[in-house]
């Protein structure tokens, strides 16, 4: 076979259902192939922060279509799908909710048929049943219907409501239309009393639901300024909403929280902001990049048995240590030092490697890990500190002072991502600005704030993970609103619960 014989064999497309807006919804399969893909298009009602998951050098190609708005048609989107595929490029195309629930994937699968291409379809959660489910309402109900039927609205002439008087009905794109499909059911024998609701973004933190009867509802989405997309549920399980409306009433509804975290570590942080409701926005200020010059390191690990201690000060620093050692003729077998972490998400790195940790400061600040060593005696001691490339010398210069021998080596640097810029401007010169935004290190402060004016911050409260962090945020000129007791990502989580639970309970608020 030729070469390029070969790569069109290789290529192939997969409808992957993205689900109605929580990234978490995704199913295993589409996540692992959008980690694996060449290239992706994705819709406009596709989680943005799926592409988070893609490969550094994968081309990810925005193809939405808002209303009137239109990048590509859906004939070009078809012919991107197969020229890409015919090139040998493992294809993904991201799709809000389910390819084939009013997504037009049948059309896009009937096009790669046609070409020849091969094609895969991964269902999604139908924005209908996740959307629904966000909202507290069942579609069917033992006691209420066995029934559910799903429209569009767009088109009101086209649909006969009069199949659709008792049961539940779910009408996507229906809301700029609303009035005409209340007017069509009515008349056709629905009572202007059946419970009624329209939900915007749901799944999301931002999901906003009106509720009213048949007869009000249009009335009410204009009256709360309700826009597209939405869905519409239209049955007497809507009544039901007011027992299960569980996603409202997490502690975190409704908050947008920016996470400002690297990339690859932002997960831990966003994921468990998101299971409580908020609406998390991953900004990666820092990237982790290797040294300018490996060399200091690589010579510290080719003398690694003559250390007596090793310490850790960050999980990055443990991580990237590691994949040095790898790569030298050396491993783990030349460490007789003793280990020290600064905290406990580096202690678990550490311990991931099956190596105990010595000595775990009581705080997880320098000058807490410091005094963990106030009873050591370090005269003519070797220390090995392998971490970011600039960082505090706090550490180094106080265990020199007390006879140590302290080798300082850059195991990693960190730079600012090159699309933070833009990301930073379109979130903050938003209309709603978010509501909270985190700083988990003092790099991730300064990265911020050499980007954006802290003017723009007004309004916005500062979270930070612990004193360190706080003191370069108050140096940088920044208020702190709150910072976490205990300096790690779920401290930093409590605080945030702890300042929105007593803001919504305290009597000045009710």
């Not at 990049?289 to 960050?314: G, K, M, N, V």
Request: aromatic share 6%; with cysteine; hydrophobic share 45%.
């Amino acid at each position: 076979m030729s070469l390029s014989g070969a790569n069109a064999a290789r290529g192939a497309v997969y409808l992957v259902g993205a689900g109605p807006g929580d990234p978490d919804l995704v199913t295993v399969r589409g996540k692992r192939l959008i980690a694996e893909a060449d290239v992706i298009l994705y819709d406009n009602l596709s989680p943005i922060c799926l592409l988070e998951d893609a490969r550094p050098d994968a081309r990810t190609i925005y193809v939405g279509k808002k209303r009137a708005e239109r990048v590509h048609t859906q004939d070009e989107i078809n012919e991107l799908l197969i020229a890409e595929a015919r090139a040998g490029r493992i294809v993904v195309r991201l799709k809000g909710g389910d390819p084939f629930i009013f997504g037009r994937g049948g059309e896009e699968a009937e096009a790669l048929a046609e070409a020849g291409i091969r094609f895969e379809v991964i269902p999604g959660v139908s924005s209908a049943v996740g959307v629904a489910a966000y909202a507290g309402i069942p579609l069917t109900h033992r006691r209420e219907t066995s029934e559910v039927s799903f429209v569009t609205g767009h088109d009101v002439d086209a649909i006969d409501w009069s199949k659709y008087r008792a049961g539940t009905l779910v009408i996507f794109m229906g809301l700029t239309t609303l009035d005409a499909i209340a007017s069509r059911l009515i008349a056709a024998g629905r009572s202007p009393e059946t419970p009624a609701a329209a939900v915007r973004w749901g799944t999301r933190g931002d999901q906003v639901t009106v509720q009213g009867t048949l007869s009000q509802l249009a009335g009410e989405v204009k009256r709360t300024g309700l826009r597209p997309p939405a869905l519409i549920v239209v049955g007497e399980v809507v009544a039901l909403r007011s027992k299960l409306n569980w996603f409202e009433r997490l502690p975190l509804f409704g908050q947008r929280i920016v996470v400002t975290r690297a990339r690859d570590q932002a997960a831990a942080l966003t994921s468990r902001l998101r299971a409580l409701s908020a609406e998390a926005i991953s900004l990666p200020t820092i990237e982790i990049r290797p040294p300018e010059d490996w060399t200091p390191l690589d010579e510290a690990i080719a003398q690694l048995d003559t250390y007596d201690w090793l310490i850790f000060t960050s999980a990055n620093g443990v991580n990237k240590f590691i994949e040095r050692l790898d790569q030298s003729p050396s491993d783990l077998r030349r460490l007789s030092a003793r280990i020290c972490a600064i905290g406990p998400a580096t202690a678990h790195q550490v311990e991931a490697l099956h190596l105990k940790v010595d000595r775990l400061p009581t705080e997880y600040v320098a000058e807490s890990l410091l005094e963990a060593f106030a009873d050591e005696n370090l005269e003519g001691k070797r220390i090995l500190l392998p971490r970011a490339l600039v960082a505090r010398d706090l550490i180094p210069a106080q265990l020199e002072q007390r006879g140590a021998r302290v080798d300082v080596v850059a195991a990693y640097q960190t730079v600012i991502p090159g699309d933070t810029a833009s990301r930073v401007q379109r979130l903050f010169g938003a209309p709603r600005k978010p509501d909270w935004i985190t700083f988990t290190s003092s790099s991730t402060v300064r990265n911020f704030l050499s980007i954006c004016p802290k003017e723009d911050l007004q309004g916005v409260r500062v979270a930070s993970i612990g004193p360190i962090t706080s003191a370069t945020a108050r140096e940088l000129g920044l208020h702190v609103d709150l910072e976490a007791r205990r300096y790690s990502v779920d401290g930093l989580i409590e605080a945030i619960l702890s300042a929105v639970t007593s803001t919504v309970t305290s009597p000045a608020k009710k």
